[in-house]
T-cell receptor, first 109, second 114 residues
Framework: KNEVEQSPQNLTAQEGEFITINCSYS?????LHWLQQHPGGGIVSLFM???GKKKHGRLIATINIQEKHSSLHITASHPRDSAVYIC???????????FGEGTQLTVNP | DAGVIQSPRHEVTEMGQEVTLRCKPI?????LFWYRQTMMRGLELLIY????????DSGMPEDRFSAKMPNASFSTLKIQPSEPRDSAVYFC????????????FGDGTRLSIL
């Protein structure tokens, strides 16, 4: 069992739909990251959170430490949101990041 | 502001050759990370530095891999000798602090070993 699991692996949506990507982890963490990787390969850090909720534009990230679960939401999705979204956690016992396998999101016009 | 700069963007070489990947972190960042991304294993941390000192190199696959950070503005990841299974995209990232700030990624180096 991977320490970080994302669902779904692939997601196709129509423009304007509300999107949710989930991340579950099995270890104690000090922080959780959501990253975005576009088809060109570049990686952008979207959020880093250790509790509660963060919002940036149409993106919202939440984390429930007790349930070891985080969600990334995209409101009013747009084709330019098409990318791979990666969840990564930093364990409390160490300093390295452990990554999920990513969720491939495709938003059709 | 200039982001994390990696070079080269693409490298194709024959197995057995030495490969050197380069990274310039964002000025002022005191943490630097090297990652590898493959289809099979996804993103993996190879090594990271704090104030130019290697802190955790447990992700380095084997002795053929080495990384240095001679100063705050430059790091290298070297593979010698290279093997086809080293083919991957190698990312460098930097941050102000390991806990409180997000990591900023370079565009990556796509390495193909023939």
């Amino acid at each position: 069992k991977n320490e970080v699991e994302q669902s779904p692996q692939n997601l196709t949506a129509q423009e304007g739909e509300f999107i949710t990507i989930n991340c579950s982890y099995s270890v104690g963490i000090s922080a959780l990251h959501w990253l975005q990787q576009h088809p060109g390969g570049g990686i952008v850090s979207l959020f880093m959170l250790s509790s509660g909720k963060k919002k940036h534009g149409r993106l919202i990230a939440t984390i429930n430490i007790q349930e070891k679960h985080s969600s990334l939401h995209i409101t009013a999705s747009h084709p330019r949101d098409s990318a791979v979204y990666i969840c990564a956690v930093r364990e409390t016992s160490g300093s390295r990041l452990t990554f999920g396998e990513g969720t491939q999101l495709t938003v059709n016009p | 502001d200039a982001g994390v700069i990696q070079s080269p963007r693409h490298e194709v070489t024959e197995m057995g050759q030495e490969v050197t990947l380069r990274c310039k972190p964002i000025s002022g960042h005191d943490y630097l990370f090297w990652y590898r991304q493959t289809m099979m294993r996804g993103l993996e941390l190879l090594i990271y530095f704090n104030n130019n000192v290697p802190i955790d190199d447990s992700g380095m696959p084997e002795d053929r891999f080495s990384a240095k950070m001679p100063n705050a503005s430059f790091s290298t990841l070297k593979i010698q000798p290279s093997e086809p299974r080293d083919s991957a995209v190698y990312f460098c990232a930097s941050s102000f602090s390991i806990g409180g700030q997000p990591q900023h990624f370079g565009d990556g180096t796509r390495l193909s070993i023939l």
